[in-house]
């Protein structure tokens, strides 16, 4: 049986292809199979994982993190703008 955290995460693997692969996000994807594995719930950190390597594959990855996007070199994106321009020197 699966738990609502488990059902949240598997609906939202999909969204993933939305986004790009940055350290933080394989991070935080890592992190989130770690604790999915020591809970037991190998089925669902095996689809976590095969999406993160989806996207890791979609931006030419090579299955390291070399092909991982940092967030300061990451393109302009709607969440980015939402904070302004930057202030500008006096």
Known sequence: MQLPAEDLILRSLPTLSDHLLTHEL???L???IAVLEAA????TAAAVRAARDQLAQAIGGRGDSRHL???R???DTAESRKSGPSPTPS
């Open 30 to 32: 890592s992190g989130l």
């Open 26 to 28: 394989e991070s935080a």
């Open 69 to 71: 996007i940092s967030r």
């Open 40 to 43: 037991g719930k190998a089925a």
């Open 73 to 75: 070199s990451a393109p």
